[in-house]
Every structure is written in structure tokens, then in C-alpha cells.
């Protein structure tokens, strides 16, 4: 069974960057696809950035392109997400996902496993 453990969220004034780490257990890292995805309150669920299983392709929503940089290390059945530039509306519960098989995707129906979150608040 795979599990997923994000780390590295908290709270940083606006401009200010951080790193986020996922890390995969229970299977190897390398057989899957990883993405980002975020959640604000009272908002639904939105993708943010994906890596396909080699590191090969990487994907991101408009509103993070050039801030933020989705890199993994299967060595330590890492990924990680560099949040550069941060705004008050990146203020949400980060989530990190694996898809078994799928290139660098965006859409969540296509994650099979979860992690719990971890939360980013961006001050203005």
C-alpha cells in the first residue's frame, strides 16, 4: 500500500519562498507519476503541478508557472515542490498525489493514492 507524507508547509510573509516534500513509501517512487494539488477553504481542490514517473515532463497551472518548480528525487522516493514568489492566494492545504502510470497529469481522477496535507499560509 502506498503511502504519501507532505512536510514543509507553514507560514511565510508574501514573496517569500518555500519547499515542500512528499514522501512515497510502501512502493518505489519511480513507477509513478507525481502531482501537487491544493485546496483553499471553501474552494474545491485544484491542480498545481505534475512530473511524470522520469522526471522527462513537467505540467503546472497557469497561476504558478515561473513561481513554483516540481522536481523529484527517486533515489529517496521524494518529490518536492519549490514555491518561489509566494502571494496570500497561494494560502491553501497542499496535497501530494501518485499515479500509477500516468505521464506528468492534471487531473486528480487519475491519482490513485493520497497524502494528508500539509498547510502553506501566505501573509500578505
Known amino acids: 500500500q502506498v503511502q504519501l507524507v507532505e512536510s514543509g508547509g507553514g507560514l511565510v510573509q508574501a514573496g517569500g519562498s518555500l519547499r515542500l516534500s512528499c514522501a512515497l513509501s510502501g512502493r518505489t517512487l519511480s513507477s509513478y507519476a507525481m502531482g501537487w494539488f491544493r485546496q483553499a477553504p471553501g474552494s474545491e481542490r485544484e491542480f498545481v503541478a505534475a512530473i511524470s514517473w522520469s522526471g522527462g515532463s513537467t505540467n503546472y497551472a497557469d497561476s504558478v508557472k515561473g513561481r513554483f518548480t516540481i522536481s523529484r528525487d527517486n533515489a529517496k522516493n521524494t518529490v518536492y515542490l519549490q514555491m518561489n514568489s509566494l502571494k496570500p492566494e497561494d494560502t491553501a492545504v497542499y496535497y501530494c498525489?501518485?499515479?500509477?502510470?500516468?505521464?506528468?497529469?492534471?487531473?486528480?481522477?487519475?491519482?490513485?493514492?493520497w497524502g494528508q496535507g500539509t498547510q502553506v499560509t501566505v501573509s500578505s
Open positions: 498525489a501518485a499515479a500509477l502510470g500516468f505521464g506528468a497529469t492534471g487531473w486528480a481522477v487519475e491519482y490513485d493514492d
